[in-house]
Nanobody
Framework: QVQLVESGGGLVQPGGSLRLSCAAS????????MGWYRQAPGKQRERVAT??????NYADAVKGRFTISRDNAKNTVTLQMNSLKPADTGVYYC?????????WGQGTQVTVSS
């Protein structure tokens, strides 16, 4: 029912910025809770940020630095990442869910290094 495609990852220096985008297909995009998750080398996948129609939530590690937004008319979700740290390095995944449904994108690599 829903396919998710991430883009925008890459290599940046500490303190730099990246903007990740997620394009979704499907006829009920506006009804889903959207989110970004990440998995660092040797660690479990963790929630970064989620957004409903009007509410956002962020992991403590990214509060004040990352911003999640959505454009229901374009079926897209964006993660603006500022003041990046080496600890932000990992594969970032787009997620869409509602009761009984959970979809994942293929992931995009983010590397923060000098």
């Amino acid at each position: 029912q829903v396919q998710l495609v991430e883009s925008g990852g890459g290599l940046v220096q500490p303190g730099g910025s990246l903007r990740l985008s997620c394009a979704a297909s499907g006829s009920t995009f506006r009804l889903y809770t959207m989110g970004w998750y990440r998995q660092a080398p040797g660690k479990q996948r963790e929630r970064v940020a989620t957004i409903t129609t009007g509410i956002t939530n962020y992991a403590d590690a990214v509060k004040g630095r990352f911003t999640i937004s959505r454009d229901n008319a374009k079926n897209t979700v964006t993660l603006q990442m500022n003041s990046l740290k080496p600890a932000d390095t990992g594969v970032y995944y787009c997620n869409a869910r509602d009761p009984g449904t959970n979809y994942w994108g293929q992931g995009t690599q983010v590397t923060v290094s000098s």
